[in-house]
């Protein structure tokens, strides 16, 4: 199998309040055959979250309501979901940006804009 082809039952959260960074992403990934659910803020994401059990959750840093810090913290302190990998998605990439998400318990960092190839590889980092 290609390490650009994904196995279909991964399933991956993207939550960002930027209509256009979620349609993207959900584009690429479903092109290269994840099952993609989406999310404008924190909030609305958790019960979708609790309802289709993702396997990763990319969250991103700057939102209104709901940062993707707070997001992260609420995730990892929820004993269903402590173990499930979330990726931080910033325009920023200041190394207190970084620590700051490791702090809230984030595996990883990766810069907007990103690319489809970048999102793959941390999946299959991530998600065995």
Known sequence: MSARVARVSIKVMIIDDSNTIRRTAEALLKK?????????DGFEAMSMITDNNPDIIFVDIMMPRLDGYQT?????????????????LSSKDGLFDRARGRIAGSEEHVNKPFTQEELIDVINKYVH
Request: aromatic share 12%.
């Open 72 to 88: 992260c913290q609420l995730i990892k302190n929820n004993k269903k979901f402590r173990d499930t990998p979330v990726i931080m």
């Open 32 to 40: 290269a055959g994840y099952e993609v659910y989406t999310a404008a």
